[in-house]
């Protein structure tokens, strides 16, 4: 149980990957700080987690692209818990199929909003805390983001042209946060998952899989990822064997982007 007696940040806990994470965490002992904007979605996980695991959970709502309701969500944590050991960017949104020259402003505004700047305003309002924890000797604390194949030069989906640019700038900020965090022993990560079934595509396969022959998409491995699969990847970035990785962006798409040569 190497998550007993630290905590766990999760943003965007109240569906799909979030959900999925904060049972996985449970499952390792984490006590949970689960955030989202959708109160229901919140308690749902609350109670999926409590069904299995007897672990401290605090919901918070909040909107990871409002500076001063993360750092209210800072304050809450740090007055229920003594530690906050993992953070996970998993809060997002795609904004819509458009290209990136066809979308409009308050599309653009919105997923750079709540993709790229809430991964930046929830780091900034924990790594100070998560610099002193040196109780978690030799590792202070993880980040992972969570950022996706359409971030990645083999996987731009142009109909997803905004959501695209927005996951490159996350990996990018991923690279950044390893290189300044490095010296205070914290590892930060971006996990880029490839077509999952999640609430974003509406739970449907049908849909997934007309998306993917209209861009004449092949998965390798021919099937559609389940949430689950990107949780057990998180576990292992949170784990001790993942202590020496930073910095990187794992890709977990069934091989799809080694795939795809026409954009
Ligand atoms: N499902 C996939 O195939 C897939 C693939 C690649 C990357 N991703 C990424 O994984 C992450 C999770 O996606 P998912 O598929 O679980 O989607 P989802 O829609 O099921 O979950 C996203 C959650 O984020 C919450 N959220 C949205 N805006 C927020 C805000 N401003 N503040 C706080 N919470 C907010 C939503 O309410 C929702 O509960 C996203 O960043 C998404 O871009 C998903």
Same mark, same amino acid.
């Given at each position: 149980?190497?998550?007993?007696?630290?905590?766990?940040?999760?943003?965007? @806990?109240?569906?799909?990957?979030?959900?999925?994470?904060?049972?996985?965490?449970?499952?390792?002992?984490?006590?949970?700080?689960?955030?989202?904007?959708?109160?229901?979605?919140?308690?749902?996980?609350?109670?999926? +987690?409590?069904?299995?695991?007897?672990?401290?959970?605090?919901?918070?709502? &909040?909107?990871v692209s409002?500076?001063?309701?993360?750092?209210?969500?800072?304050?809450?944590?740090?007055?229920?818990?003594?530690?906050?050991?993992?953070?996970?960017n998993?809060a997002g949104i795609?904004g819509?199929?458009?290209? &990136?020259?066809?979308?409009?402003?308050?599309?653009y505004d919105k997923v750079f909003a709540i993709n790229v700047k809430g991964p930046l305003n929830v780091t900034?309002?924990?790594?100070?805390?998560?610099?002193?924890?040196?109780?978690?000797?030799?590792?202070?604390?993880?980040?992972?983001n969570?950022a996706s194949? @359409?971030g990645?030069?083999?996987?731009?989906?142009?109909?997803?042209?905004i959501y695209s640019a927005s996951k490159a700038a996350l990996i990018a900020f991923t690279?950044l946060f &390893?290189?300044?965090?490095?010296?205070?022993?914290?590892?930060?990560?971006a996990?880029?998952?490839?077509?999952?079934?999640?609430?974003?595509?509406?739970?449907?396969?049908?849909?997934?899989?007309?998306?993917?022959?209209?861009?004449? +998409?092949?998965?390798?491995?021919?099937?559609?990822?389940?949430?689950?699969?990107?949780?057990?990847? @998180?576990?292992?970035?949170?784990?001790?064997? @993942?202590?020496?990785?930073?910095?990187?962006?794992?890709?977990?798409?069934?091989?799809?982007?080694?795939?795809?040569?026409?954009?």
């Amino acid at each position: 149980m190497f998550l007993e007696g630290k905590t766990a940040l999760i943003t965007g @806990a109240g569906s799909g990957f979030g959900q999925k994470m904060a049972v996985a965490f449970a499952a390792k002992g984490a006590n949970l700080v689960l955030n989202d904007i959708n109160e229901s979605g919140l308690e749902e996980t609350r109670d999926l +987690v409590l069904k299995q695991f007897n672990t401290q959970i605090l919901l918070v709502k &909040a909107d990871v692209s409002n500076s001063e309701e993360v750092n209210e969500m800072a304050k809450k944590t740090f007055e229920t818990f003594d530690n906050v050991f993992l953070l996970v960017n998993n809060a997002g949104i795609d904004g819509g199929l458009y290209t &990136a020259l066809k979308a409009k402003e308050e599309v653009y505004d919105k997923v750079f909003a709540i993709n790229v700047k809430g991964p930046l305003n929830v780091t900034k309002a924990f790594f100070r805390r998560m610099k002193r924890q040196k109780q978690f000797h030799p590792i202070s604390g993880k980040i992972i983001n969570i950022a996706s194949t @359409a971030g990645t030069p083999n996987g731009h989906n142009p109909m997803l042209g905004i959501y695209s640019a927005s996951k490159a700038a996350l990996i990018a900020f991923t690279r950044l946060f &390893a290189l300044e965090l490095g010296p205070s022993n914290i590892t930060v990560n971006a996990i880029s998952p490839g077509v999952f079934l999640t609430p974003i595509y509406n739970n449907d396969p049908k849909l997934i899989r007309q998306f993917l022959e209209t861009r004449k +998409v092949k998965i390798p491995i021919d099937k559609i990822g389940e949430a689950e699969w990107v949780a057990d990847l @998180a576990v292992f970035l949170a784990s001790p064997t @993942a202590d020496y990785i930073t910095g990187q962006n794992l890709i977990i798409d069934g091989g799809m982007t080694i795939s795809i040569n026409k954009l």
